[in-house]
């Protein structure tokens, strides 16, 4: 009987063990789709940002200074919660430089 029990005990850690590496891989994976799913994101405010961008300059002829002008009159929406949205405006006619941050990235 003793060498039953060794036998079950065995199976019953390997199968724990590979419950384990299984669980592991799929958090793994898991976190690495949150990852692209957050850089889509941020990809689809700055396609946003920069959509405005040109709406405004085709309506107007000139490139607004600041993303504030873009919410109020080009109906730019954005989580402002998640995200910091700034352009960096160099001339009127030169499209500005788009920097889109999540909040709580890189020190914020």
Do not use: W
């Amino acid at each position: 009987m003793r060498r039953e029990e060794k036998r079950v005990a065995k199976g019953l850690t390997a199968t724990l063990a590979v419950f384990a590496l299984l669980l592991a891989a799929a958090l793994f994976l898991f976190q690495g789709i949150d990852r692209m799913s957050g850089e889509e994101q941020t990809a689809l405010v700055r396609d946003a940002v920069r959509g405005a961008l040109v709406t405004c300059y085709a309506v107007e002829g000139s490139y607004p200074t600041d993303v504030a002008y873009l919410k109020e009159h080009y109906g730019l929406a954005y989580d402002a919660q998640r995200y910091m949205v700034s352009i960096d405006a160099f001339a009127s006619n030169v499209m500005p430089v788009v920097r889109v941050t999540v909040r709580g990235e890189a020190g914020l």
